[in-house]
């Protein structure tokens, strides 16, 4: 066993998941490199502190304003909807604005080329004759 | 399953909440802020990104509460499940972000819960606390959120596979990456400590 299969094997062995052959290797390779058995002993105890953290405190007033953020009554159709389609609910302003911005865009377009122009004087010439 | 009195009492307040009864949710919010902020601040290591993704957890809890479902475990275990997910959503997209600018050495001053009596052993575990953590922040947020999983929730390898929905490979051999990090960003720490 190489340093390198030592870090490789290094989680199996936290979890006791090593038996065997693979466990006397690594055990031994611990035993010849110093390098190896630090890393081992530094890991254990950076695991340690990591257990050992404490509790962190919520800021006050959170709970105050989750409770207004959520004044509304819960799990309405339409907010199932939007959850359906990942949509929150401060995206419809923006998507009603981008709504009406397309339906401009397709009638501007429709007008300008599919419209036929009004030519004038058309509609006088097909109109009947004054006669006194 | 047998459930505890809080998991019956999670229950009735549930169904009040989804009958209207707007105290019942506050109850809920108040017992369940410690333990998701907690959450939320071991995945991100940032105070105000704590608190962001608490709000936002809620809400959603919120908008879900019809869909909880007793027969598929405790209410406790739903809120941790929601909380999560949310959390490894923001982790993929904090990723990018961290991938481009590469960490974060901001340090903060929080306030820990503290148990010790006494004021020295106070500060001695807030300065130890806040050196694991500064520590923690300066792994990447996959690396990170894996080995919060595993070590400080206790999840196993298989569950942690499931929710990130990265193969259960990948899972340990991140998990084995984090912890040689943590080690070795941690031992570098120290050394810098003694020699300043």
Redesign the interface.
């Given at each position: 066993m190489n340093c390198n299969d030592f870090?490789?094997q290094?989680?199996d062995y936290?979890d006791n998941h090593l038996s065997g052959a693979p466990l006397d290797a690594f055990e031994q390779h611990r035993r010849q490199c110093p390098l190896c058995a630090m890393?081992l002993e530094?890991?254990k105890?950076?695991?340690v502190?990591?257990?050992?953290?404490?509790?962190?405190?919520?800021?006050a007033g959170?709970?105050g304003?989750?409770?207004a953020?959520?004044?509304d009554?819960?799990?309405k159709p339409l907010?199932?909807l939007f959850?359906f389609f990942h949509l929150e609910r401060e995206l419809v302003p923006h998507l009603l604005t981008a709504a009406l911005v397309v339906l401009f865009v397709v009638s501007a377009g429709y007008n300008f080329f599919f419209r036929q122009p009004d030519v004038p004087g058309a509609s006088r010439a097909a109109a009947p004759a004054w006669s006194p | 399953m047998e459930q505890g009195p809080d998991a019956q009492s999670d229950l009735l307040l549930v169904e009040r909440?989804?009958q209207?009864d707007?105290q019942q949710?506050?109850v809920i919010?108040?017992r369940y802020?410690?333990l998701v902020?907690?959450l939320a601040?071991?995945f991100t290591g940032r105070?105000d990104r704590?608190?962001d993704l608490?709000?936002e957890i809620?809400?959603?809890i919120?908008?879900?509460?019809?869909?909880f479902e007793e027969k598929r475990g405790e209410f406790k275990n739903w809120v941790m499940v929601m909380a999560r997910n949310h959390l490894i959503d923001h982790i993929r997209k904090e990723k990018r972000g961290w991938m481009r600018f590469g960490g974060t050495d901001e340090l903060e001053k929080?306030?820990?819960?503290?148990?010790a009596p006494d004021p020295a052993k106070r500060l001695e575990?807030q300065e130890?606390?806040e050196?694991?953590?500064d520590?923690?922040r300066q792994l990447s947020p996959d690396l990170r959120g894996a080995?919060v999983m595993r070590?400080?929730e206790g999840c196993t390898y298989e569950e942690i596979s499931d929710s990130t929905r990265v193969p259960l490979g990948t899972v340990?051999?991140r998990?084995?990456r984090a912890?040689?990090e943590?080690?070795?960003i941690?031992?570098l720490r120290k050394m810098q400590l003694v020699q300043s």
């Open positions: 870090e490789n290094l989680g936290l890393l530094n890991v105890d950076s695991m502190l990591l257990r050992q953290l404490p509790e962190v405190e919520p800021p959170l709970a304003r989750i409770i953020a959520t004044s009554a819960p799990a907010q199932r959850s | 909440c989804l209207g707007h949710w506050e919010v108040y802020q410690r902020y907690n601040y071991r105070f704590a608190e608490t709000q809620f809400i959603k919120y908008r879900s509460l019809a869909s929080l306030d820990y819960k503290q148990d575990q130890r606390a050196f694991v953590h520590c923690l080995l070590e400080i340990k051999s998990i084995n912890r040689i943590l080690a070795r941690m031992n």
